[in-house]
């Protein structure tokens, strides 16, 4: 079983869709989860990040996590075509003195008008 | 955010060259940095960590002789391919850790042939 299991895809919406990402781990000592937006051959860019069970919202993304599942979401409201892209969830636990991410396999949204 | 550079975002190689990708923290300093490897619509996998004048750390199964990091000072760190093949062809990306995140630079993108 992977640390990390997300959903590849691809998933495919018209625009102005609410869309629901989503990611389960089985490491209880992941301390921070975070979503990244990557594009086509260009490298991820952070679009949130949480360190706690519950909702942190932000703009038309809202970040969804619940420990005691081991499950976390991220929701996109009035999807757009530029939201089009692979969504990657990543989670990270203290060792060797840092931070260490472990990614899921990352979910290809396309938002078609 | 803080911001990372990564060069070039494009290279192609002959086979048995090697080639240096440079990673540069721009408005921070960075002890270690993360050197990830892409596969076509794959997640990113943990190559190795490089810690600012001391010996990269190797995840399992990467070779060490091939991957050569080098992280020489708090704002640059270095990957070079060694003896490159086709099968080396991939997307290389660095990334710089936080306490909480970890910030990304553009990738690069190479090809041997």
């Known amino acids: 079983q992977k640390e990390v299991e997300q959903d590849p895809g691809p998933l495919s919406v018209p625009e102005g869709a609410i869309v629901s990402l989503n990611c389960t781990y089985s490491n209880s000592a992941f301390q921070y989860f975070m979503w990244y937006r990557q594009y086509s051959r260009k490298g991820p860019e952070l679009l949130m990040y949480?360190?706690?069970?519950g909702n942190k919202e932000d703009g038309r993304f809202t970040a969804q996590v619940d420990k005691s599942s081991k499950y976390i979401s991220l929701f996109i409201r009035d999807s757009q075509p530029s939201d089009s892209a692979t969504y990657l969830c990543?989670?990270?636990?203290?060792?060797?003195?840092?931070?260490?991410?472990?990614f899921g396999a990352g979910t290809r949204l396309a938002v078609h008008p | 955010g803080a911001v990372v550079s990564q060069h070039p975002s494009r290279v192609i190689c002959k086979s048995g060259t090697s080639v240096k990708i440079e990673c540069r923290s721009l408005d921070f300093q960075a002890t270690t940095m993360f050197w990830y490897r892409q596969f076509p619509k794959k997640s990113l996998m943990l190559m190795a960590t490089?810690?600012?004048?001391?010996?990269?750390?190797?995840e399992q199964g990467v070779e060490k002789d091939k991957f050569l990091i080098n992280h020489a000072s708090l704002t640059l760190s270095t990957l070079t391919v060694t003896s490159a093949h086709p099968e080396d062809s991939s997307f290389y990306i660095c990334s710089a850790p936080t306490k909480a995140e970890a910030f990304f630079g553009q990738g690069t993108r190479l090809t041997v042939v």
């Open positions: 949480t360190y706690s069970s």
């Open positions: 990543a989670m990270s636990f203290f060792s060797g003195g840092y931070n260490k991410l472990i």
């Open positions: 490089s810690n600012e004048g001391s010996k990269a750390t190797y």
